[in-house]
């Protein structure tokens, strides 16, 4: 299975959900069209309230990641050019992740190998390769 959750975590339940889908979008796991589990088998196979499952395939509808239909589910919907909304929210989310850098003293030459380290990793993976060709 593709999504993974960590008990321990402070990370809410939902939002591991929604960071494995990107991870497996990222990674190849998942493709553009390919369509998801249905949210009660997600959470049955992990043990989790259905709610909890919906809450993080709502995040990713709202993000343009995945469409839902009433009968068809929800598909992975990625590789269409992102909307100016999409680029503002990465780059809001971005600053956050910046400031709170920033404030626990991390400095821009660290946050900077950091970053393009990141880059390097997520430009090597199968999704990438198809976004660049």
Avoid at 49 to 67: F, R, S
Avoid at 69 to 77: C, K, L, P, T
Avoid at 83 to 108: C, F, N, W
Wanted: net charge negative.
């Amino acid at each position: 299975m593709y999504i993974s959750i960590k008990p321990g975590s402070p990370d809410p339940i939902f939002q591991q959900i929604h960071d494995s889908i990107i991870e497996a979008i990222v990674s190849g796991d998942l493709v553009d069209g390919q369509r998801l589990d249905p949210v009660r088998r997600v959470a049955a196979d992990l043990g989790i309230n259905p709610a909890t499952v919906k809450k993080a395939y709502d995040l990713l509808q709202d993000e343009g990641i995945i469409v839902t239909a009433r009968r068809s589910g929800s598909v992975i919907a990625v590789g269409a050019e992102p909307k100016p909304e999409q680029r503002r929210q990465v780059q809001d989310e971005l600053h956050r992740t910046l400031a709170r850098a920033s404030v626990l003293g991390i400095g821009a030459t660290e946050l900077r190998a950091f970053v393009a380290d990141q880059l390097d990793q997520l430009t090597s993976t199968p999704t990438a390769e198809r976004q660049t060709s």
